[in-house]
C-alpha cells in the first residue's frame, strides 16, 4: 500500500487542504476512514481503468471501506469553504455517505492512472481560475475556517467574538450548509489534531482536552476505537495515522 498527499501554496489553500494519492497490490484492503473535518472528491481506477468518480460529505463517525486489488486513486481533500464557493451547493445532503458524479467531472475521466501529477497541476489552474471569478468571498467565513483549521480556538463563542458573527447565524449557516452544529465540527478538528500524536505515541490528552477520561471517550466517539489501539494501527487500517509521504 502507498499513499502520498501534495500540499497546495497560497490562496487556493483555503479551500483545499492537499490532493492525495493511493495505490494498493494484488490484495483487496480494509480501512477505517476517521472524521477529520474535509470532505473529498475521489477517483479510482482498478487495472487502470477508471470505476468511480465521488464526492464524499463530512464524516462524523468512522467509516469501513474495502479497496479492491489493483487500485488506484486520485483525491482532493477539501475544506468546508468549498462547498459554497467551488460546489456551489450544500452538502449536508450526503453527511457520512457519498454521491456518485459523472465520469467526466472536471475531466477526470481524460486521465490515465499514472497521470496524477498531470491531475494535481490541471485541477489546482481549474481551482484557481474559479476562486479568480468568484464573486466576493463572506470574510466572516474565510475567517472562521482559518481559525479552526489552525486548531486555535475551541469555543463556539470564542470564534463568534472572533470574527464578528453571531452563534446563532453561525450555526444556522453549519447546520444548512453542512448538517451539523460548529460545535460538533469543532470536536471533530479538534479529534482530528490528535491523530498526529497519537500515531506517535502520545496517548496522553493535548491541553485541549479537561483530562485523560475525556480524552479517550472523545477519540472513542469519533474513531470507534482507543487512543492505545489507533496507535497500533495493525496493517495500515487507520489510513490518516499510516507513515504518509508528504511533499
Partial sequence: MNYRELKTNGYIDNFVQ????????DTETEHTILPDGYFDLIAEFENDKLTTVKL???WTKPKDVIIPKNTKIFAIR??????EYLFQKEIKSILDTIQNLPFNFWSID???SN???KFVTDTTNRIEYSIKHLKQIDERKLNLFDFVYQDKIQTVSELSEKVFWSSRQINRYF?????FSLKEFLKIVRCNSAYKNI???NLSPQ??????AHFIKEIKKYTGTTPKELHKNKNDRFLQLSNTEQE
Avoid at 492537499?18 to 497490490?25: D, P, S, V
Avoid at 477539501?78 to 462547498?83: G, I, N, P, S
Fill in 110 to 112: 481524460t486521465y490515465n
Fill in 199 to 201: 500515531s506517535n505515541g
Fill in 207 to 212: 491541553t485541549d482536552y479537561f483530562d485523560q
Fill in 115 to 117: 497521470e496524477f501529477e
Fill in 56 to 58: 464524499t460529505g463530512v
Fill in 175 to 179: 447546520n444548512n450548509q453542512f448538517g
Fill in 18 to 25: 492537499c490532493f492525495w494519492e493511493y495505490q494498493n497490490a
Fill in 78 to 83: 477539501f475544506k468546508l469553504l468549498a462547498t
